[in-house]
Nanobody, 119 residues
Framework: QVRLVQSGGGSVQAGGSLRLSCTAS????????MAWHRQAPGKQRELVAS???????????SVKGLFTISRDDARDGSKNTVYLQMNSLKSEDTAVYYC?????????WGQGTQVTVSS
């Protein structure tokens, strides 16, 4: 089992910035992928950004150049923390943001955090 604990989020005006964090702990494998997804009201959940344990990143086209995903893995393998720095936020970025951790066939989700951008 892997446990995910999210922090960050909140409300901000358009053009502002927010940072999300998510810490994973438990039975983690050396190769894994951590990601951020979001779900706006009435819409399907979508992948915002992902980063592998080797540092390879992938972004949703609409956030490229605005959002940055990064991670900090403890040397002893006890925990991995993924961050999402969100700049130049727009009202369409309003959603619940979920942290995701994948390893092999296992898939885990964080509790979700609300991000609200007002115009």
């Amino acid at each position: 089992q892997v446990r995910l604990v999210q922090s960050g989020g909140g409300s901000v005006q358009a053009g502002g910035s927010l940072r999300l964090s998510c810490t994973a702990s438990g039975d983690m494998l050396s190769f894994n992928v951590m990601a951020w997804h979001r779900q706006a009201p009435g819409k399907q959940r979508e992948l915002v950004a992902s980063i592998t344990s080797r540092g390879r990143t992938n972004y949703l086209d609409s956030v490229k150049g605005l959002f940055t995903i990064s991670r900090d893995d403890a040397r002893d393998g006890s925990k991995n923390t993924v961050y999402l720095q969100m700049n130049s936020l727009k009202s369409e970025d309003t959603a619940v943001y979920y942290c995701n951790y994948r390893q092999g066939y296992q898939n885990y989700w964080g509790q979700g955090t609300q991000v609200t951008v007002s115009s």
